[in-house]
C-alpha cells in the first residue's frame, strides 16, 4: 500500500536527487571508509537524513541551492554509519541512501510487526518497497531495516524477508555475527523468503556465469546457478507449479519478472514448488533445524509488460509463502 499524501514541499523531483547523490557518490571514495566501519550508536543515521530532508524541502530545494548542497552532503553522511563495501559504486551507494531514507520514513509501529525486510547496501530499492507494498496491500504490516534489524531484534520475528539486488555487496553488509543469527534464527523456528540475490546470499554456492564461488551462510546446501536470463537485461519468464507448490495454493498462471535470477540444484531436505519451463527448479524450500528457507529465482513483487497488475498478485504470491 502507498504510503499516505503528505503535504508536498517546492523542490525537483525524486530523480534528480538521485542524480545528485550519485555525482556525489561518484566523486567521493568509498575507500576512506574501512569495511567495517561503524557510527557509534548510529547517531548520524538516525538523526541525518530527518535533517537533509528538511533542509532540502522534502527532496532539494530547487530555490536555494546553498541548502540543495548541504542537504546532499548531510545524505550522504548515514552511508558511513553502515559497513561501507570497498569498491561500491555511485549507483550502489545511491541505492543504500534511498533505502536509509525509506526505513527511516516508515511508521514506527511497524517495528512489532512480525514479518521483517533486510534493506541495506546490495539491495534494490525497487523490489524491496514492492515487497512490502505487496505485503500491506494483503493487510499483513512489515518491519523494515538495515543490518540493525539482524542483531538482537530478529529472534523476535517469525519471517525474514532477503530481497533482490547484488549478493556480494549484501554479503560484505554481514558481519559475522549477522551470518551466525541468520542462520539460528532458522534453526530456532524462523523462516527465510529469499528472492533472487537474496537465494544467492544464503547458498552454499553460487555459480555465476560458470564461475563457481564459495558464500558462508549455507542454509541451502545445494548450488544456486545464474543468471538465468540474459543478465542485465530483465525478462519475463512462465512458470510450472509442482504438486507441492500447487497445494500451497501460489498463483502460476502468469508471467514473472525474472533478471539475474537463479536456478537450484542439489541440496537435501528440498522440496521443489516451482520450475521454470526448462524444467530447472525456480521456487524451492528446504526445511532447517525446526526452521525453513524458501528461495525464489523470480520477483513475483514486479510488474511485466504481460501482468501489470501488481501488487495485489505478488501480496497474495508472498501471503501464501508466509502462512503454509
Known sequence: MPPTKKKQLRGPSPPLHRFALRITAAISPTSWFPTDFYCPNHLF???LPSVSLYLGGSRMNARNPLLAILAIA?????????PIPHGMTGEQLADTLELHNWIHSRPPQTKSASVALFADAGVWP???????YAL????????VDDHELLGPRLFSKSVLILPGGWAPLQLQTLSPDHQKNLRSFVERGGRI????????????????KGEEL????????GIAVGPVNDYPRPAQTSLVG?????????????????N??????????????????????????????????????????IATDDNPSMPLDAGHFYKRLLQN
Open 45 to 47: 543515521a538516525d538523526t
Open 136 to 143: 500491506e496491500s494483503v493487510g499483513i504490516p512489515c518491519d
Open 214 to 221: 564459495p558464500y558462508p551462510i549455507a542454509l541451502f546446501d
Open 74 to 82: 548531510l545524505s550522504l553522511l548515514p552511508a558511513a554509519c553502515a
Open 242 to 258: 509442482t504438486t507441492d507448490g500447487q497445494a500451497l495454493g501460489l498463483l502460476f498462471n502468469r508471467p514473472y519478472y525474472l
Open 126 to 132: 525497487k523490489g524491496a518497497r514492492e515487497i512490502v
Open 193 to 208: 523468503i529469499a528472492v533472487c540475490a537474496g537465494a544467492y546470499l544464503i547458498s552454499e554456492r553460487v555459480s555465476w
Open 260 to 301: 539475474g535470477g537463479s536456478t537450484f540444484e542439489g541440496g537435501t531436505k528440498v522440496q521443489t514448488l516451482a520450475t521454470f519451463p526448462d524444467g530447472t527448479a525456480a521456487i524451492i524450500r528446504r526445511q532447517v533445524g525446526q526452521g525453513d528457507i524458501i528461495l525464489l529465482g523470480i520477483h513475483p513483487e
